[in-house]
């Protein structure tokens, strides 16, 4: 492959080897640098011969591989655009499970401003809603549902500019039909909610999801037994209503209606066993924390924090500390109209940091 980098025949043949090479016991003995070589040769390939349907393939077939995707290292986001590129260029249901599935896992292993690079090309979100649109109209919620939702609420986190794509192709209405669609689907309710509270984040796309459809959604899925659908809703009402009341445009149900379902869905959650979310960045919760917010937004946010923190305290106390968490924390404590339950959630968050570091 290095030898003949231009012959179609030599990399065509040379993909399938490396595929059936990296699959079953053997690839287990082969040592990672080798695996990356062959990885990073693959991804040559794929520059190559964009038009070359069989040889996209093969690449993708050996790239869709977990011990590939989280252990061996290579250049992940030319690896994201590469594979956005074929998911692009072919259709065939086995071709675009698998671009999704490898892109699912990439976007959350790049960095922010890779996301939105990637994320801000029209062509990939077009092509991204459509094959959402196709299942909500056929109403399949298959694997490849899931990978293609999991892939956008990745590239939309902490990334605007992918947001504001999403929204300009269309995709708030869309996701409100699969809400819509696959009622009760509680992985699929899951991810569409994560991905528009990675929208809600952003202080001037907030009023393209306010809309009466959304908000009434949003009313059912607080009171959800399942604590991640409750959690996610829960998420878009805190940052909505963080704007205050002038900002509050739908009439379906007000602020305050809304605020007090906040409020109780937060307060009757229990403690869930494992991690529910991951997060890049702690910096959107603290707007919402504010001594002069209202109780139940103030209650979304440091539950939050208080869950991953409890549930991954070297990851994620470590990163409140280092983007000064700690302050907005202490601003709470130190007013005197804040909540008791804050200051309990609080306290304990501090007890963490002292445990910890």
Same mark, same amino acid.
């Given at each position: 492959?290095?030898?003949?980098?231009?012959?179609?025949?030599?990399?065509?043949?040379?993909?399938?080897?490396?595929?059936?090479?990296?699959?079953?016991?053997?690839?287990?003995?082969?040592?990672?640098?080798?695996?990356?070589?062959?990885?990073?040769?693959?991804?040559?390939?794929?520059?190559?011969?964009?038009?070359?349907?069989?040889?996209?393939?093969?690449?993708?077939?050996?790239?869709?591989?977990?011990?590939?995707?989280?252990?061996?290292?290579?250049?992940?986001?030319?690896?994201?655009?590469?594979? &956005?590129? *074929? =998911?692009?260029?072919?259709?065939?249901?086995?071709?675009?499970?698998? +671009?999704?599935? %490898?892109?699912?896992? @990439? #976007?959350?292993?790049?960095?922010?401003?890779?996301?939105?690079?990637?994320?801000?090309?029209?062509?990939?979100?077009?092509?991204?809603?459509?094959?959402?649109?196709?299942?909500?109209?056929?109403?399949?919620?298959?694997?490849?549902?899931?990978?293609?939702?999991?892939?956008?609420?990745?590239?939309?986190?902490?990334?605007?500019?992918?947001?504001?794509?999403?929204?300009?192709?269309?995709?708030?209405?869309?996701?409100?039909?699969?809400?819509?669609?696959?009622?009760?689907?509680?992985?699929?309710?899951?991810?569409?909610?994560?991905?528009?509270?990675?929208?809600?984040?952003?202080?001037?796309?907030?009023?393209?999801?306010?809309?009466?459809?959304?908000?009434?959604? &949003?009313? *059912? =899925?607080?009171?959800?037994?399942?604590?991640?659908?409750?959690?996610? +809703?829960?998420? %878009?009402?805190?940052? @909505? #209503?963080?704007?205050?009341?002038?900002?509050?445009?739908?009439?379906?149900?007000?602020?305050?209606?809304?605020?007090?379902?906040?409020?109780?869905?937060?307060?009757?959650?229990?403690?869930?066993?494992?991690?529910?979310?991951?997060?890049?960045?702690?910096?959107?919760?603290?707007?919402?924390?504010?001594?002069?917010?209202?109780?139940?937004?103030?209650?979304?946010?440091?539950?939050?924090?208080?869950?991953?923190?409890?549930?991954?305290?070297?990851?994620?106390?470590?990163?409140?500390?280092?983007?000064?968490?700690?302050?907005?924390?202490?601003?709470?404590?130190?007013?005197?109209?804040?909540?008791?339950?804050?200051?309990?959630?609080?306290?304990?968050?501090?007890? &963490?940091?002292?445990?910890?570091?």
């Amino acid at each position: 492959m290095e030898a003949h980098p231009t012959k179609f025949g030599v990399q065509m043949a040379a993909t399938a080897c490396v595929y059936n090479l990296t699959r079953g016991e053997l690839s287990k003995r082969i040592h990672p640098k080798l695996l990356s070589r062959g990885v990073n040769l693959t991804l040559n390939a794929m520059m190559q011969f964009p038009d070359e349907y069989q040889l996209q393939k093969n690449a993708l077939l050996t790239l869709c591989s977990d011990r590939i995707l989280q252990e061996v290292s290579f250049d992940r986001f030319r690896c994201a655009k590469l594979v &956005l590129d *074929s =998911l692009c260029a072919f259709e065939g249901s086995n071709m675009n499970r698998m +671009a999704v599935a %490898i892109c699912s896992i @990439l #976007a959350a292993k790049v960095s922010t401003d890779e996301t939105s690079e990637l994320g801000a090309r029209p062509n990939y979100m077009r092509k991204l809603l459509s094959m959402v649109q196709s299942r909500m109209e056929t109403k399949v919620s298959d694997i490849t549902m899931k990978f293609t939702l999991s892939a956008l609420w990745n590239l939309t986190d902490e990334s605007a500019a992918t947001c504001t794509v999403f929204l300009e192709q269309g995709g708030a209405t869309l996701f409100l039909n699969v809400l819509k669609t696959f009622r009760f689907d509680s992985a699929i309710e899951t991810k569409v909610l994560g991905l528009l509270n990675n929208i809600a984040e952003v202080e001037k796309l907030r009023m393209s999801l306010m809309l009466n459809s959304l908000i009434e959604e &949003l009313y *059912s =899925l607080l009171k959800s037994d399942l604590i991640d659908v409750s959690y996610f +809703a829960a998420g %878009i009402v805190a940052h @909505l #209503a963080s704007d205050g009341p002038l900002y509050w445009s739908v009439n379906k149900f007000t602020r305050d209606e809304m605020l007090v379902e906040l409020r109780n869905a937060v307060s009757q959650w229990k403690v869930p066993d494992s991690e529910m979310v991951a997060y890049r960045s702690f910096k959107p919760f603290f707007p919402l924390m504010r001594p002069e917010m209202d109780y139940p937004i103030q209650l979304w946010a440091v539950w939050a924090i208080h869950h991953v923190c409890t549930k991954n305290p070297s990851r994620y106390c470590l990163m409140l500390r280092e983007e000064k968490g700690v302050e907005y924390l202490l601003d709470l404590l130190a007013d005197a109209k804040t909540h008791e339950d804050i200051r309990s959630l609080v306290g304990q968050i501090l007890q &963490l940091l002292k445990v910890h570091f």
